[in-house]
């Protein structure tokens, strides 16, 4: 019988967690590097420059390849003839791990995890607890796969309860397109089809975890109606044109994987789960013999691919700039930025927006005229770091307040990422502002750009105080110009069309 020490589960999930916050699994890197290679859209492959660059950075310096540090989900398999020399349950062993994981001083992660999320929402400060699947199996050991799973990717997830004669492939390719770019393309598609509805969810997770294989299953040719499918979505999704970071381009997807289980007879669940630029996971067995050590990656693994902004790249001094000067930024436009910008995300923007409403003066240094706010909740920075990865978070959530910030502050723009909603780019058109976009994925290198940083309200609300931030030479693409053009509109429209497998439909 195999025995399994407490101190030795604990050990291995912590430091799997760790390993898997700076190192990307190398199938991911070698599809990336490939797709980067095929990639024509220049936008989108300025995009993946970014990422494969963050990813190499990352994995040399030790610190997290995203700023969201992700939600732990963890599947177990363990052995029936296993035995626990533990004074906790398996889930708070787990959970223990976690914690460790997260709060390592050499190399913290972010604490993205709110309890009472119907209610107050407050932030368990240690990324705990994780979501645990647990199984038990025949055998004498533990298996165990787990991901940092991101939270703008897993936001997008979807499911539909299809009818039996309902067309998957029609429905997919339906539904990826009101995913948006939050997501972080390209990803991975984790399909789940059968089960009941929960069980499909679980299925589609499930599928995320296995390996990019896709080429080697073009290569041999499909075996089963489910490699079929997967090969058809791969090619249908991809030629949506949505391309990395939805800014139009060859590649969406690197992979669509799926699983299946039997489903009753009147309906045929399916479920898509995302994963994004930031794709996290680690599969490890333990035996009795000790902690679980996974082999460490050379850095020869990563693509040769060194972003570099473009000496097209249009030198901005936020120091100077004015509302005249922004409108003449066209959609796609690469900008490096220079000066102070403020942060702020969900939380902020609430309480700023209530603040304005109730006619209060905002907090000191809590002035947004001609300014940029850029929407990100920063890593804590370490040694001696500015700030931790403090790449973008999803825009669309900011929509309902932009308004309100543009009119009631005098506020220039936003940075942030993915496209905005039609309220979003009423407001940006009527203010005659703009909206940039920074590389979801690209934490750790876009952290560079950023010389200083403080807080300087709200700082109980944790990562989503605002900051000031000074920064030289940021990388921000325009995706939303003065009148209200989107390239998140008008970029993968031109690359569905260019790649000329699926109409365009135009409204
Ligand atoms: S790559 Fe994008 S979706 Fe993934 S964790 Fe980072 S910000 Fe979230």
């Known amino acids: 019988m195999t025995v399994i020490r407490q101190n030795d589960f604990i050990h291995s999930i912590a430091d799997v967690l760790q390993f898997i916050s700076y190192y990307h699994p190398a199938d991911f890197i070698r599809a990336l590097g490939q797709a980067y290679e095929r990639e024509e859209s220049p936008?989108?492959?300025?995009?993946?420059?970014?990422?494969?660059?963050?990813?190499?950075?990352?994995?040399?310096?030790?610190?997290?390849?995203?700023?969201?540090?992700?939600?732990?989900?963890?599947?177990?398999?363990?052995?029936?003839?296993?035995?626990?020399?533990?004074?906790?349950?398996?889930?708070?062993?787990?959970?223990?791990?976690?914690?460790?994981?997260?709060?390592d001083p050499d190399n913290t992660l972010r604490a993205s995890i709110v309890a009472d999320p119907a209610g107050k929402r407050s932030n368990t400060k240690d990324n705990t607890p994780a979501v645990i699947h647990m199984e038990l199996v025949l055998g004498d050991t533990v298996e165990i796969n787990i991901a940092a799973k991101g939270g703008g990717s897993e936001h997008k997830s979807k499911f539909a309860m299809l009818n039996p004669?309902?067309?998957?492939?029609?429905?997919v390719l339906k539904t990826v397109p009101t995913m948006g770019a939050g997501w972080c393309p390209p990803g991975i598609l984790g399909i789940g089809i059968g089960g009941s509805a929960e069980k499909a969810m679980i299925l589609a997770k499930q599928a995320l975890l296995e390996p990019i294989d896709i080429h080697e299953l073009k290569a041999r040719g499909a075996r089963s109606g489910l490699e079929e499918l997967r090969l058809e979505l791969y090619e249908k999704v991809n030629a949506l044109g949505i391309g990395a970071q939805g800014l139009g381009g060859l590649t969406t997807v690197l992979d669509v994987k799926i699983l299946d289980y039997p489903s009753h007879a009147v309906s045929k669940p399916v479920a898509i789960i995302p994963n994004c630029a930031a794709t996290r996971h680690a599969y490890f067995t333990l035996d009795g013999s000790g902690p679980a050590h996974l082999p460490v990656p050379h850095i020869s693994d990563w693509p040769q691919v060194t972003w570099k902004a473009s000496a097209q790249a249009r030198k901005v001094n936020l120091e100077t700039i004015t509302r005249d000067e922004i409108a003449s930024w066209k959609p796609g436009?690469?900008?490096?930025?220079?000066?102070?910008?403020?942060?702020?995300?969900?939380?902020?923007?609430?309480?700023?927006?209530?603040?304005?409403?109730?006619?209060?003066?905002?907090?000191?240094?809590?002035?947004?005229k001609n300014r940029f706010i850029y929407y990100v909740g920063p890593v804590n920075a370490v040694r001696d770091e500015a700030v931790g990865p403090a790449g973008p978070t999803t825009s669309t959530r900011m929509d309902k307040f932009t308004d309100a910030m543009l009119g009631k502050t005098g506020l220039l723009g936003m940075i942030g990422k993915a496209e905005r909603g039609p309220q979003a780019i009423a407001a940006i058109k009527r203010h005659r502002a703009v909206y940039l976009i920074?590389?979801?994925?690209?934490?750790?290198l876009i952290s560079k750009a950023i010389r200083s940083a403080r807080v300087i309200a709200f700082?109980?609300?944790?990562?989503?105080?605002?900051?000031?931030?000074?920064?030289?030479?940021?990388?921000?693409?325009?995706?939303?110009?003065?009148n209200g053009e989107s390239i998140h509109t008008t970029g993968p429209a031109a690359w569905q069309a260019r790649i000329g497998k699926i109409p365009v439909i135009r409204n």
């Not at 732990?72 to 626990?84: A, H």
């Not at 906790?88 to 994981?101: F, Y």
């Not at 102070?340 to 939380?347: C, E, P, S």
């Not at 920074?438 to 750790?444: D, P």
Request: hydrophobic share 45%; proline share 3%; charged share 25%.
């Open 165 to 171: 004669s309902d067309d998957i492939v029609e429905w």
């Open 438 to 444: 920074g590389i979801g994925g690209a934490a750790y």
């Open 333 to 368: 436009e690469t900008l490096l930025l220079t000066g102070k910008i403020l942060t702020g995300r969900d939380a902020a923007h609430k309480r700023i927006v209530d603040m304005l409403a109730r006619g209060e003066n905002l907090p000191p240094g809590v002035d947004l």
């Open 43 to 103: 936008a989108a492959r300025d995009a993946m420059a970014q990422i494969l660059t963050n990813s190499r950075m990352c994995a040399e310096g030790h610190r997290p390849i995203c700023q969201d540090t992700g939600i732990v989900v963890v599947f177990l398999k363990i052995g029936m003839n296993v035995r626990w020399d533990a004074q906790m349950s398996v889930a708070d062993m787990v959970n223990e791990g976690v914690r460790r994981a997260y709060t």
């Open 459 to 482: 700082e109980d609300l944790g990562m989503e105080a605002i900051h000031e931030f000074i920064v030289e030479d940021l990388p921000a693409t325009v995706a939303v110009d003065a």
